[in-house]
Structure formats: C-alpha cells, structure tokens
C-alpha cells in the first residue's frame, strides 16, 4: 500500500502584529491509501491548521507536506452548502470550480447522490432538508470530483448528538464503499475510536504528534464499535494521552 | 392552503383569527388616512384655520387637477422621474462596481478607506454651487447631485456585504481551488444579494432627497421646483399638491424595489 499523504518534520508559525504564534511543531505522520485515519487534539491545537496544509491551502513554515499527487476533498464542521443553489446544484459546485462540469461528471455526481438517499432532494433548496440530510449532500459534493483523499474537520460536531451518531455511520458506510481515504480531525475522542484504523494524538499546543495507535476491531461500523468492549478501554487510554 | 381539509377544527380557528386580523389592520390604516383627510377638509371648511395657509384636500385635488389641464402636470411629474431614476441608477451601478474593486484590493480598501468615512460625512448639499457651476443649472447638476447623495452609501453598503461573506463558505472554495473570480462570481455576488436589497431600498430614499435637494438649489422644472416656487409665491396649495405626488411617486418606486425583492430571494433562510 502507497502513501498518499506524509507531514515530515512540520511546523507552522503564524505571525501577527502581537507576535508570533507556533501553531506545530515538528509533526510527522503519514497516512496510507484506503486507511481511515484519524487525528486527535485538544481544542485550538492547531487542527485545522493542519488540514489546511495537507490541502496545500497553507504551507509550511518548517519541513515539507509530501502528497502523492492524488486529489483532496475538504469536508467542514458545518455543510457550507449554498442556500442559493438547489442540492443538485450544489453538488455540481466542485465540477464547476476544476471546469469539469462535463455531462458524464454530472451523472456521475447525480448518480452518487440518488444511490445514497439524495434523489428526491436533487431539485430542493438546502433550507427543506434536515441537518442529516444536508451533511450528507455536503459529502456527495466532497465526493463529485472524485477525490482520492478526504479531509475531514469534525464535520459532526455541528450536528445533535442523535444525529451525529447516525450521520457518523452513515458517512462511514460511504466512504468505505467508495473506497476512499480519509483523514478526520477532531477533539472527540469516541468518535474517533469510532472511526480509525489508526489514531495520531496530538498535544497542546504548539502540537506535536505525541502517540500513535493502531486500532483493529472486529466489526467496522461505528455504531457496533460502540458496544464493543474494548471501546472504553482506548477511550480511556486516549482521554489519558489527551490530558497530560 | 392545499391541505385545509385535513386541518383540526382548532388550526383552522387560529387560521381565521389571523386572515381576521390582517383585514382589521388593513381596515385601521385606511380609516386612519380617511379621517385625518377628513378633519382636515372640514376644519378648512369649517375655517377652524386658515386654508390659505393650511391647503385642504379639495384645494390639493383641485390644484392637481388645473396642473393636468394646464398640461404642466407630466412634464414636471417626469423630468423629476427622469432625473431621480438616472441618478439612481447610475449611482448603484457605480457602487456597485467600485465596491467590487474595493472587496478585490485590500490595498485599494485600505487606501481610500479615509476618503469615503469623510466623503461620507460630509453633507452633499455643501457642494451645491460647486454643481451649479461644473454642470449648469439643467437637469444635469440635479443628476450630479443625486448621484453624489446616492453613490457613497452605495458603496459602503455593497462593501459591507461583500466583506461579510462566510469565512468557512470561502475556506471550502479556496479547498476546491476556485480562483479569485470563481469565488466572487459563485459566491461572494451570490450570498450579497440580500445587501443589494437592502441597498436599493436606501437608495430609493436616497435618489429623492438627491433629486428634490437639487431641485431646490437649481431647477426650471420638477416637483421640487413647483415646491420652492409654491414656497415662494405663497401657494401652499401647490407645495401641499407637490408633496402628496412626490409621496405617491416614492411608495411607487419603494414598491418596485419590494417586489423584486419578493421576486428574487425565494429559498434563502
């Protein structure tokens, strides 16, 4: 298996009129095709930080980002969909950006979205859809230029638990079916427990990538994971690891 | 309402209360105008004051009605009109766009940030003889004026709406790659529609003040000219009959704005 994206030695410093802020220091980790990977820390460590440098939306100040060339797709906390435009609009959105709006991407898109659940939504508007229902047209955008690695910025916690729960298992099932890599970032640690096949901890800030685990479960989906015994056993390892 | 059939007994009550108390609201403001219309007529009447002074709403109709005859009545009408909706026009066209360079140069922003707070402040009318001489007394330094009045506020307000694009919607456009233009055309104009809105309904007020002000310091013709021409020769019943068209015209044109904003912001929440 190939690597599709590796942090050597990263550190960002932000400058401002107050001064100067390290945001990472020294980060390394690397994230391997088809793996689910997900990045833990503190509040305000500098996650998005980080996700914006493997988007190549920042670079860094130290070290270097390395990618394998292959396509990213960003998904954020909240869906972002644009009220304006109806849901299958909305989809086409990133075709539009990368000028691949081409009839096949199109039905390719529209397509992704009628296999999960979208199809009587295509033609709304986001305002008549449900928080659920929106995450999800946000993740068929992700996917319409058929990125090869996903990036996700706690793209749950904008949602009641209830529906974080569902929309979790759901977009999961999503990802794994149209196997893709992912790499989540968040603060929640059941979540990521949830999620991961591997789990990176980071420190507080300026954040350093201070343990590794790898996770194997015996069932995949999240919600399953949750019953699991041994669930509570990595949650407590990992609130430890969050905390020192 | 599709579905009334399979309302309770007790929606459709709350129903009828509310469609019961629109009818009663629209009731009270016409007979609130029908009353102050008519005190008004019968004190002129009655001579509890002075209609020389005070006008009344006969003499109004009256004087409105000799203007039609005299066949001045569309030519002031209109070159008021012209005048309002040029300056208009032109001066959202103008804010519009230099609000547009502003959002796309933070430099440019920075620069001319001073000069429009002052620009702002300053009270347009002080420039008044300064148009007069530039522009001539025709229809051209009313249009200059209402412009200047307009163009300002054009501005500042379209640039605040640029601004206060979502910073996350533009995270996620710069992490698709979207140029500059990209996000300004599929997101920036889009998500300001409401500020343009509200920008044309200022506007609106604005273009009047700018063309009745001008009107007042220079004109031949217009409502405002028949206002300080009433003023002056003491025919209220003229100022009275200008300002009762100009408040028609206003409502008209606030209107116009109202519907295209019924017209275009559907699905927005």
């Known amino acids: 298996m190939k ?15 107050q001064g100067e802020t390290v945001a990472l220091e020294d980060v390394n980790f690397s994230v ?36 394998d060339g ?48 979208l199809a009587q939504f295509l033609k709304n508007y986001p305002s008549s859809l449900s928080g659920g229902m929106r995450q999800r047209a946000a993740l068929i955008r992700t996917l319409s230029v058929d990125p090869d690695v996903l990036l996700l910025d706690e793209p749950f916690s904008a949602l009641d638990y209830q529906t974080r729960l569902s929309v979790c298992d759901d977009v999961y099932k999503i990802i794994r079916e149209e196997k893709k890599t992912a790499l989540l970032i968040t603060h929640d640690i059941s979540e990521a427990i949830s999620v991961a096949d591997k789990i990176f901890v980071l420190s507080r800030r300026p954040a350093r990538v201070i343990a590794e685990h790898v996770l194997s479960f015996p069932e995949t989906k999240p919600l399953k994971r949750r019953e699991n015994k041994l669930f509570s056993g990595w949650f407590e390892i990992l609130w430890k690891e969050l905390n020192t | 309402m599709k579905n009334e059939k399979n309302y309770s007994r007790e929606h459709l009550l709350y129903l009828r209360g509310l469609k019961k108390k629109n009818i009663w609201i629209n009731v009270a ?6 009353c ?15 209609p020389f002074i005070t006008s009344s709403p006969s003499r109004i ?25 040029a300056g208009f026009f032109i001066a959202v066209a103008l804010g519009y766009g230099i609000a547009l360079l502003l959002w796309w140069s933070e430099c440019f922003r920075r620069i001319s940030e001073p000069y429009l707070v002052v620009l702002n402040a300053l009270p347009k009318i ?27 506020v054009a501005i500042l307000n379209m640039l ?23 996000i300004l055309t599929k997101l920036v104009i889009p998500s300001s529609l409401p500020n343009f809105i509200s920008m044309l309904k200022i506007n609106v007020g604005m273009a009047w003040i700018g063309s009745i002000m001008g009107e007042y310091i220079v004109s031949k013709a217009g409502i405002g000219y028949l206002i300080v021409y009433g003023g002056q020769v003491f025919k209220l019943d003229l100022v009275m009959s200008a300002v009762f068209i100009l408040c028609i015209l206003a409502a008209v044109m606030y209107s116009a704005v109202a519907l295209l904003e019924r017209l275009v912001i559907k699905n927005r929440k």
């Open chain 2, 160 to 182: 605040n709406g640029f601004m206060a694009t979502d910073e996350n919607k533009l995270l996620l456009m710069k992490s698709m790659g979207a140029t500059k233009w990209q």
């Open chain 1, 70 to 117: 292959g396509s990213f797709g960003y998904m954020l906390q909240k869906d972002e969909l644009f009220p304006w435009r109806t849901i299958e609009k909305n989809i086409f959105l990133p075709l539009e950006i990368k000028r691949t709006n081409t009839p096949e991407n199109q039905k390719r898109a529209v397509a992704l979205a009628e296999k999960y659940g």
């Open chain 1, 3 to 17: 690597e599709v994206l590796r942090f050597d030695n990263v550190s960002m410093h932000y400058h401002s009129k």
């Open chain 1, 32 to 67: 391997t095709e088809g793996e689910f990977v997900a990045i833990i820390g503190p509040s305000g460590c500098g996650k998005t930080t980080l996700l914006s440098l493997a988007a190549g939306l920042l670079s860094p100040t130290k070290g270097k980002v390395v990618t």
């Open chain 2, 36 to 50: 102050l219309l008519g005190i008004w007529e019968l004190s002129a009447q009655l001579a509890w004051v002075n």
């Open chain 2, 126 to 152: 002080a420039l008044g003889p300064l148009i007069i001489i530039w522009c001539g007394t025709g229809s051209t330094a009313i249009v200059f004026m209402t412009i200047l009045i307009g163009l300002i």
């Open chain 2, 61 to 85: 109709f009256k004087t409105i009605g000799e203007l039609y005859t005299g066949g001045t009545l569309f030519y002031h009408v209109g070159t008021t009109l012209w005048e309002t909706l």
């Open chain 2, 29 to 34: 403001r016409v007979a609130i105008l029908l």
